[in-house]
Structure formats: structure tokens, C-alpha cells
């Protein structure tokens, strides 16, 4: 897991230390296409927060990853039977499944 | 006025409105960022001589329930308020990185009453979750990022009130439980421009779930896993992959999006206990700016998850996991809609959603599935920017669920319960 972390940072410091300083060109705020054009700094900026929420579906079941005035916008997902083997009373025994 | 009558009255006063905003002539949209069916929040763009920026963000939620059935006597009542807070930073170091730091937490308070039972209730804060996202734009035509997310255990596993019983709907809340243990979570991903406003991005994510305790069924005198005072419980880790596509241009904005997640066992004291299947998730949303004032959102999800596999024979000590008969898992379907009129820097709309689950989970002791719940909301929010870095958004919806009621409803045998209440939410946000 400590691995998988380290390895996910390293590739992208790796990418930093290579390209050195900042370009010559016009900042784009969010980045450029194949062409140099700059892309859309909202649907970019909307877009990776997105997937990083969808790729964390159960990090945590009472803080999720955005903040409170967009808890609307991310319906986390929802799992009532796991709600109910971790916070369900009585507790679910082991081959007794409680809904 | 019957739920009913107020339910269309809703409807056919949003299909008016929007009939009646569309008359106006469309012109050049300046307010794109209102039409995303993503959240406002994401469409703040940071200026390119700003390159530190600190938001916080808080509100208060309230969210108050009556449940009562026709077939069943008696009634229970119950009232949570919920204090989010959150903050992010966001840093641009020089060109080619960005930064992005967010932390939240907050506080709960939860307050019970029936009909046949004393009242009680619980206070505490949550679990801490922190996150860090780093971009690289060094490339033309990709922009990678990697994640980092944990979730802190400040909150409350292992409670002895009896709330526990009966925990607040996750449905209405948007929360599960009261906390859980240290679960860290890496992402990886790209954001891949076929056009300049047209961006398909890929994601790949893995949780490790740490173990916490909670109470037990406290029968000692039986010697299995599962079965002491306390229990240690081990969530599986889940591995997530995702892709969506999105567009942004003058008046219409689009996005749709799909995951898969695959979940590891989840043990009890050490042994096997269940292990999820797998789950689909698929949304949709779409936003259109009618004129200058009116913008629209409708947004769309679907989500089915698989059989669950369970211990075989766990009494002989036979933990070797098999999978389910019937599925113990419900599939959702939710539809929400959004109309927002801006005049100068305030902002207000109606709103609505609808949640359909086809049925809750599976009995083993009555060998039945549980019954289906359908969820109505109808309100009204609204927002204000008091200058450039404060504003201030307030929301009020009438809540309608009914468990048991659907397609394939009433299932025999089991109860319908009708669920009434109000959800109430004041926030505020403030950049610097």
C-alpha cells in the first residue's frame, strides 16, 4: 500500500524535476492540447476532481473528499449492507447476514 | 394538498418555468460556469497572477424525519444536524505543477424519538478526511495528476449510546455511520483534451481500509470469530477504475461518467465475514444556459452492485466464502434537476430529485428481500456573493420516502413506511 503511494508520487515528481522550470510560453492555467492551445480551465479543473472522487468511492463514510457546499454534486455511494455489518444493531454475526 | 398534488404542482411550475425562460431570446453566455452540471465550486478558476489561493467552507444541515405506516401503529421522530467543514488550498509553483490540498470534517448531532421508546441521541465529530493532488501540465495533450487521500478516525466507531440502533438514514443524510479507521487512498489519473472544450479523463484509484471496533453481539459463551463483546473489523480494500468525458462550450455543458470497483474480503476478528460485489456506477448530467439569467441542470446515476460471497459454514469453522443466492445488494436510480435565476450577484432556483432502490438487502432469517424505497425532494435554493471572495448559499427541501413502494412493491410481510421531512442547509464560503 506504502508502495503503491510512493510509486504514484514518484512518477509524478519524476515529470517535475524534468521539465525544470516554468516555459516561455502564455501560462493556460489548466494545461495544453496537442496543437498548444489552451484547454478549458473549468471543465479540466471539474473533470480531474471528479475522477478523483469516483476512484475513492469509500475512502471515508462521513468526510468525503469535497467540500461541503458540493456534497450535492458527488451522491457518495452507498452500500446498506456494509452500513449495517459496521453500524447495524445487533451486530451481524459471521453467516447470518443482518439487512 | 396531498404529496401527491404537491409533487406535480412542482413539476408543472418547473416545466412553466422553463418554457417561459426559453422565450427569452438566447444570447452569448457569460455564465458558463452556472450551466456545469458539476459543482460551482469546481468552476472558480484560479487567475494566472494568483498563484496561492485558500477557500474554507461550512454550513449547517439540518435534516428532520417523521416515519409512520399505515399497517404498523405508532410513530418515530428524528433530527440531525450536521456541521461540514472544509478548506483547500490550492498552490501553482510554477507552470508546469498545481497543488491542490483539501481537508474536511465535522461535527454531528443526532437526537431520536418514538412512540414505544425513550429518546436518546448522540453528539461527536466525524472522521478527518485530507487529500493531495499534484498535476503536471509539462505535456501537450495530456495532464497527469496523482492523489492521495486519507481518512483520519476522529470520529466515533465503537458507539455506546443507543442511536446506534437506529443510525440516520444514509439516504437523507448523505452520511453512513459515525466513523470508521485509517484508510489511505491513492489516484491516479489523466485528463486527455480532444478539443479544447471537449476532455475525456481517466482515473485509477486503490483504498486500503483499515480495521476499527465496534460493539459486538456479546455471546461469549459461543467460540467463534464475531461473537465476543467487541468486534474488529477489517473492511476489504477496494479497487476502483473510471473513465468520463466532458464538454463545455457557450450554452451547453455535458459529462458522463462510469466506474468499476472491486472489494476485497472484509474479515471479523481475523476470519472471513462477506465480501461486496462488484459495483457499476454510471452518471450523466446536462446544463444549459437558457439567456443570461436562467441557466438548467438535470443530472442522472445508476449503480448496481453484485452478489455478496459469504462464509459457508462458519459454525463448523468453515469460513471458505460462497457466493449468495439472491442478491443482498440494491441497485439506485437518482434524478435531479436544477433551474437557477441570476440577477447581479444573487442567484436563486428551484430544485428536485428522485431515488429509486429497488430493495434494501436480503433477510436470511425470513428468506425475503427487503422492501424498495423511492425518495421525492422538492425546494428552493439560493446564493449571494457578498464581493469577490465571500458568498453565501442557503437551500430548503421538502422531503417525501417510502419503503416498500415501487414497481415490484408491496412485498408481502413487510411493513410500508412513509417518511416525511424537511432538509435545510445555510453555508458560506470564503476565498483569499
Known amino acids: 500500500m506504502t508502495r503503491t503511494a510512493s510509486v504514484s508520487y514518484a512518477i509524478v515528481l519524476a515529470c517535475v524535476l524534468a521539465a525544470g522550470t516554468a516555459r516561455a510560453e502564455t501560462p493556460c492555467g489548466e494545461g495544453r492540447m496537442k496543437s498548444g492551445e489552451c484547454i478549458n480551465p473549468v471543465l479540466a479543473r471539474a473533470m480531474r476532481h471528479d475522477a478523483i472522487v469516483r476512484a475513492q468511492p469509500k475512502i471515508s463514510l462521513t468526510a468525503p473528499l469535497n467540500l461541503p457546499s458540493e456534497d450535492r454534486f458527488y451522491p457518495a455511494a452507498r452500500d446498506h449492507h456494509e452500513e449495517s455489518a459496521f453500524y447495524g444493531f445487533p451486530a451481524e454475526r459471521p453467516g447470518i447476514p443482518r439487512p | ?432
Open chain 2, 1 to 432: 394538498m396531498s404529496s401527491n398534488g404537491f409533487r406535480v404542482s412542482i413539476a408543472a411550475g418547473l416545466l412553466l418555468m422553463t418554457a417561459l425562460s426559453s422565450l427569452s431570446p438566447a444570447v452569448a453566455q457569460e455564465q458558463t460556469t452556472q450551466q456545469l452540471p458539476l459543482p460551482t465550486g469546481q468552476a472558480q478558476t484560479q487567475s494566472a497572477d494568483k498563484r496561492w489561493q485558500v477557500t474554507l467552507d461550512s454550513a449547517w444541515n439540518s435534516f428532520s424525519t417523521t416515519t409512520t405506516s399505515p399497517t404498523v401503529a405508532g410513530w418515530s421522530k428524528s433530527v440531525t444536524n450536521y456541521f461540514p467543514v472544509g478548506m483547500q488550498f490550492v498552490g501553482i509553483p510554477n507552470d508546469a505543477l498545481k497543488i491542490e490540498f483539501g481537508l474536511r470534517s465535522g461535527y454531528l448531532d443526532v437526537r431520536q424519538r418514538s412512540s414505544s421508546a425513550a429518546d436518546f441521541g448522540y453528539s461527536g465529530w466525524t472522521d478527518t478526511s485530507i487529500n493531495t493532488t499534484l498535476t503536471y501540465y509539462g505535456f501537450d495533450g495530456f495532464q497527469p495528476f496523482a492523489s492521495l487521500a486519507a481518512n483520519l478516525p476522529t470520529g466515533q466507531s465503537n458507539i455506546v449510546s443507543a442511536t446506534v440502533k437506529t443510525p440516520a438514514d444514509s439516504d437523507v443524510t448523505q452520511i453512513s455511520g459515525l466513523g470508521e479507521g485509517f484508510n489511505l487512498g491513492p489516484t491516479l489519473g489523466v485528463n486527455v483534451p480532444i478539443t479544447k472544450d471537449l476532455l475525456a479523463t481517466l482515473s485509477a484509484g486503490y483504498t486500503s481500509r483499515g480495521n476499527f471496533i465496534r460493539s459486538g453481539v456479546n455471546a461469549i459463551f459461543i467460540n467463534q470469530p464475531g461473537f465476543g463483546p467487541l468486534q474488529d473489523i477489517k473492511p476489504g480494500d477496494v479497487t476502483t477504475v473510471s473513465a468520463a468525458i466532458g464538454y463545455q462550450s457557450g450554452a451547453w455543458s455535458f459529462q458522463a461518467s462510469s466506474s468499476f470497483s472491486y472489494e476485497g474480503v472484509t474479515t471479523v476478528d481475523g476470519a472471513n465475514f462477506y465480501q461486496t460485489g462488484g459495483r457499476y456506477a454510471l452518471s450523466a448530467g446536462l446544463g444549459y444556459a437558457w439567456n443570461e439569467a436562467w441557466s438548467s441542470k438535470i443530472s442522472s446515476s445508476f449503480s448496481h452492485t453484485g452478489k455478496n460471497r459469504y462464509p459457508l459454514a462458519p459454525a463448523a469453522g468453515n469460513f471458505q466464502l460462497a457466493q449468495e443466492f439472491f442478491n443482498t445488494n440494491s441497485d439506485a436510480v437518482s434524478v435531479a434537476f436544477d433551474t437557477t435565476y441570476r440577477a447581479g450577484a444573487f442567484a436563486i432556483g428551484p430544485t428536485a430529485s428522485y431515488l429509486y432502490r429497488d430493495h434494501n438487502g436480503y433477510d436470511s432469517d425470513t428468506a425475503q428481500f427487503l422492501s424498495a424505497k423511492t425518495k421525492w425532494t422538492a425546494g428552493a435554493a439560493a446564493q449571494y456573493a457578498a464581493n469577490d471572495m465571500v458568498s453565501l448559499n442557503a437551500r430548503a427541501e421538502r422531503l417525501w420516502m417510502t419503503t416498500n413502494a415501487g414497481p415490484f412493491a408491496p412485498l408481502p410481510g413487510v411493513p410500508q413506511f412513509n417518511i416525511d421531512g424537511w432538509i435545510i442547509s445555510v453555508g458560506g464560503k470564503a476565498q483569499f
